[in-house]
């Protein structure tokens, strides 16, 4: 909680959460820091991704029936009457986006919701879903490591339709910031062991682009955290949502506000670090087969 009043001390407005995280715990967390406060942050919450109380996945539901009985359950954890960002966190396969966000838009409706959103689509989903009620924001991982969106059409595509973009883990799941040398600097109970990414052969091969962006950034003069999301930020309509639980981590994110990069310096970051080089899935199998529907 003190680093969320830290964050809104310092003028960050933007506070992004998901029923799923810590199983509504998240939510609760977030309203209970933000109260008082209400008229100073965007607030954005995200449903679609079912745990079980142990936090176990279990479904990814797209039901209009769910997405009221979320919605209502979210605002209850979050203590307001209405987000002004909703999320459909995961494509359901098994039900028409069009029914889904058919369902998102009675709740605008009913004043619960202002704006709508998705995470991890496809475009195609994408133009399905803004033609039934605009879309005003598509959230999926990209960063210097993740740069996917570039590439699969989603960056065009939103900003082809004006939607915003919102990168999370904008470095690479704290992987960017130096702070993770080998799987011993994880903890056993550390959900990223399971990625890829972060296992083994793909996890040394990962260092040495991680070690280029530390680099880059001692002779910029900033960190490497500084660097990663100055590179984001350079780009047209993206909003990158770095996660920290601690002050020291906020300051510093918030210091790559003050990073400009020049072209020739963009130009040096892509040589190092060019799409598709990171070695490694960026989730398990079972989760990969979740996104970009």
Known sequence: MATIHRALDRGVTFFDTADMYGVGANEELVGRA?????????????FGNVRAPDGAFLRVDGRPEYVREACDASLRRLGVDAV???YQHRVDPAVPIEETVGAMADLVRAGKVRFLGLSEAAPETIRRAHAVHPVAALQTE?????????????LATCRDLGIGFVAYSPLGR?????????????????????????????????QALAESVR?????KGCTAAQLALAWLLQRDGVVPIPGTKRRTYLDDNLGALDV?????????????????????????????????R
């Open 34 to 46: 933000i109260r008082g406060r209400r008229h100073e942050v965007v607030l954005a919450t995200k």
């Open 84 to 86: 002004d960002l909703y």
């Open 142 to 154: 990209y960063s210097l490591w993740t740069r996917d969106p570039e590439g699969n059409g989603v």
């Open 174 to 206: 704290g992987f960017l910031t130096g702070a993770i040398r080998s799987e011993a600097d994880l903890d056993p109970t550390d959900g990223r062991r399971r990625h890829p990414r972060f296992q083994a052969a793909n996890l040394e091969r990962n």
């Open 215 to 219: 680099r880059l950034a001692r002779e």
């Open 260 to 292: 400009r990069l020049t072209p020739a310096e963009e130009a040096r970051i892509d040589a190092a670090f060019p799409a598709g080089a990171a070695a490694g899935d960026r989730y398990p199998e079972s989760a990969m087969r979740h996104v970009h």
